[in-house]
């Protein structure tokens, strides 16, 4: 089954899935945002960079820190790495994740977050942090589940740094029926280049030529100024401490063929967007179908553990949301996991790079990577 366009695939998905609300259209469109943040966390996943990422953690404003801002995900250095197993008991709380540890991070100074790994109901919390502390370094320790058993859980235990050296931010709007382009587009828009160009060191400047370069402090407060795409290829392959230690590599994705631009010419919008993030990634009308049929509408057997979570979700009766970003029933998420990895070279095809021009889904790929695999803490980066 295809479809046309996002539209068309919102109609389906109001009428099959969403038809007992009173706004079926607005609800299908807030669950397509979802997905779209489901997609991109769990292609960062079999990427392998489930360790690094932290989900809506507040970042400060490049030089202006008492100005922070959420984004849907931030991938940070990683300071201590520590696998552990408990014995299979629910919940699996941040107490006792703590005390598991305390042997490995004897009285460190750690304040305790509330937060639960997994509930009695097996909700997995992605990502879970469980604690922080401000010295010697700001930073948050963090939990993700490997496996489970009868007998016990099996979990990696990360320190990550609170600076994070990439950030991803997905934007997705609606269009209201009669309507070309939904009403708060340019506010997203405007919204998300904003938090793009505050978080990270490295400035765009363009020149009256439409030229753009690129603008960093190097060694104290001297100004250092090179073709945009030329600086950025610099800053990322070195291990110079003043130019990766307040650098985030922004990265948005966006969704939504027709609101964003037409097939003939980029629209206002995007065009801000386009400008503002390093990379800016378009997910295709045609994949975000291909996962909602796979998922929903044809499913695939081995999704049916997922597509059951996010019927239980958003049906009238639901008691409690167990398909978002933060909070997964544990069964989808291991099949989620799979379909991902097993398929991630076909998933990577269902988006398109918008800027920078000639990029490519790999490119994005491999500098996060170069990023994630410098020696930040014994390198003296951070």
């Given at each position: 089954?295809?479809?046309?366009s ?11 899935v ?7 259209k607005k ?33 400060a404003?490049?030089?202006?820190p ?10 940070h ?8 197993s ?12 703590l ?8 009285a ?16 997995l ?25 009868s ?7 990360l ?5 994070p ?7 997705r ?9 939904g ?59 003043d ?10 994705v966006?969704?939504?063929?027709g ?15 386009a400008q503002?993030?390093d990379?800016?990634?378009f ?6 179908a ?11 057997p ?25 909070q997964?029933?544990y ?14 070279k ?31 803490k ?5």
């Open positions: 089954m295809t479809y046309q996002v539209d068309q695939l919102q109609k389906v998905l109001a009428t099959q969403f038809h007992y609300t009173q706004d079926s609800a299908s469109g807030r669950a397509l945002g979802t997905l779209v943040e489901i997609i991109t966390f769990y292609l960062l996943k079999s990427w392998g960079f489930e360790n690094s990422v932290a989900i809506e953690r507040p970042l404003e490049y030089g202006n008492d100005i922070t801002h959420n984004v849907e995900y931030s991938l250095p990683i300071l201590r790495h520590y696998e552990l408990l014995p299979a008991n629910l919940p699996v709380t941040s107490t006792r994740l005390k598991a540890i305390e042997n490995v991070f004897p460190e100074g750690f304040e305790k977050y509330a937060n639960t790994l997994l509930t009695s109901g097996m909700i919390r992605n990502s879970c942090i469980f604690a922080k502390r401000d010295n010697p370094y700001p930073s948050y320790l963090s939990a993700n589940l490997i496996s489970t058993s007998s016990e859980f099996v979990i990696t235990i320190e990550q740094h609170s600076k050296y990439a950030m991803f931010e997905c934007k709007v609606g269009v209201e029926e009669g309507m070309k382009k009403p708060q587009t340019i506010e997203k828009a405007k919204q998300g280049a904003y938090v793009a160009k505050a978080v990270s060191s490295l400035y765009k400047v363009r020149l009256p030529s439409g030229e753009l370069r690129g603008l960093i402090y190097n060694s104290g407060d001297k100004i250092y100024s090179k073709p945009y795409a030329e600086l950025i290829a610099e800053i990322i392959g070195s291990n110079k401490r130019l990766l230690k307040d650098f985030i590599l922004t990265v948005g966006v969704s939504n063929h609101n964003w631009f037409t097939s003939d010419n980029h629209n206002k919008e995007l065009k801000v967007l503002s993030y990379w800016l990634i997910l295709t009308d045609s994949g975000l291909e996962f909602i049929t796979e998922l929903l509408l044809e499913p695939k081995l999704l049916e553990p997922a597509r059951n979570a996010f019927l239980a979700s958003y049906m009238a009766e639901k008691k409690k949301n167990s398909f978002t970003k933060v997964m029933d069964e989808a998420d291991q099949v989620l996991q799979t379909y991902f990895r097993d398929n991630v076909r998933i990577e095809k269902w988006f398109n790079i918008i800027a920078p021009k000639n990029g490519t889904i790999q490119d994005v790929h491999l500098q996060i990577s170069q990023l994630r695999d410098k020696n930040w014994k390198a003296h980066l951070l």
